[in-house]
């Protein structure tokens, strides 16, 4: 077969390079035809991006289908006008606390119906998002918050950050206190800034599980790039309302975010209440009627395969997929399971079963 015919060609192949090297050289780790096969692959087709940034894409989601829902949680359907409007008024104020394009805005958080607007808005002032999680060790939080060198702390949900946290050298600005000042000034909001394709866009730190954290720095080309690549493989349509449940530290929170907002399709945001509640989280997703869904194949366990009659595309990343988990959605709906790490904008490899 042809796996037999690949090995044996590179055993031929390591053998007639041994012949062709001094003795005491080390083999090579591929063979020139090996490097060719892969420069073959490297080279996917090029699709251009409909806009330069997120930012700007969804602008243009708000002028073309105002009405269109963006964000959905049990209380209320937010359209996309909404958020782009409220997301300009707190672009305003974080300029006005002399957050730059290119500076960076850490957000003290958890799993947030606001933090989808937040981090549109941080887009829009041509800053960069980096997520503090409420949870996380406060020495952890201080690191993290002082290596990106923020320019504000923003606090959501009326969250209490730690000492350490509000002891930087940086404006702390709670979400709800921005938003109230705003509607009291009122006024329409300046225009958001653009940001270069090239600068950056979110920060991510790893788990710091063989050493210091480090900063994962995003563009705002990646991120897009990012968004285009799930929307095509999910084949994601406004229609749309993909399930978000990952903690914002996590890579899977930004993938599911983007690649929902590219299609100009909704986000659902669920706290962690319901994520741990998984008869709510059975209820939710079919009374809101969630379309996408990505999870950790443990997570996905907990539901026993029970059947989701809205949802047709399910996705499973972070471990192993369960094999019977995996044939029993994989019968039913479209399944497919995801690969990559931070530093490849989280999903270099998609299997699609």
């Known amino acids: 077969n042809g796996s037999a015919e690949a090995w044996l060609a590179g055993l031929v192949g390591s053998l007639a390079a041994l012949l062709d090297q ?75 606390l002399h957050v730059l394009p290119g500076g960076t805005v850490g957000v003290y958080t958890e799993r947030s119906a606001s933090l989808p607007m937040v981090i549109l808005a941080i887009w829009q002032a041509g800053a960069c998002y980096l997520p503090l999680v409420e949870g996380l060790p406060e020495d952890r939080l201080a690191f993290n918050a002082r290596d990106a060198a923020i320019d504000v702390l923003l606090v959501l949900d009326g969250l209490a950050p730690p000492e350490a946290l509000l002891a930087g050298a940086y404006s702390v600005l709670h979400l709800g206190d921005a938003l109230a000042a705003s509607a009291d000034i009122g006024g329409t909001a300046p225009a958001p800034i653009a940001s270069s394709p090239a600068g950056p866009a ?33 084949g994601t349509t406004e229609r749309d309302r993909t399930l978000s449940i990952t903690s914002p530290s996590f890579d899977l929170w930004l993938s599911d975010l983007v690649g929902t907002w590219f299609a100009a399709a909704a986000i659902l945001p669920a706290t962690r209440a319901e ?79």
Not at 62 to 87: L, Q, V
Not at 204 to 228: E, F, I, Q
């Open 202 to 234: 979110v920060i991510l730190y790893t788990s710091g599980s063989t050493g210091t954290p480090k900063g994962v720095v995003m563009s705002h080309a990646g991120v897009m790039n990012l968004g285009l690549g799930l929307a095509r493989m999910h």
């Open 22 to 96: 001094p003795v005491d050289a080390p083999l090579p780790l591929l063979l020139p035809a090996e490097c060719a096969q892969l420069e073959h692959w490297e080279q996917g087709e090029a699709i251009p991006a409909p806009a330069a940034t997120m930012a700007e894409l969804f602008s243009r989601h708000a002028a073309e289908g105002p009405d269109r829902p963006a964000i959905i949680t049990d209380s209320a359907c937010h359209s996309y006008a909404e958020i782009n409007g409220a997301a300009q008024v707190l672009a305003a104020r974080l300029r006005d």
């Open 275 to 353: 994520m741990e509640d998984l008869d709510h989280m059975r209820g939710k997703m079919r009374r809101l009627g969630v379309t996408i869904a990505t999870m950790t194949p443990s997570y996905l366990r907990m539901f026993d395969q029970a059947e989701f009659p809205d949802l047709r595309l399910l996705m499973t990343v972070g471990e192993a997929p369960v094999l019977p988990d995996a044939r029993f959605y994989a019968e039913r709906l479209a399944y497919c399971n995801g690969y990559g790490p931070t530093e490849t904008v989280t999903t270099p490899l998609i299997w699609l079963a």
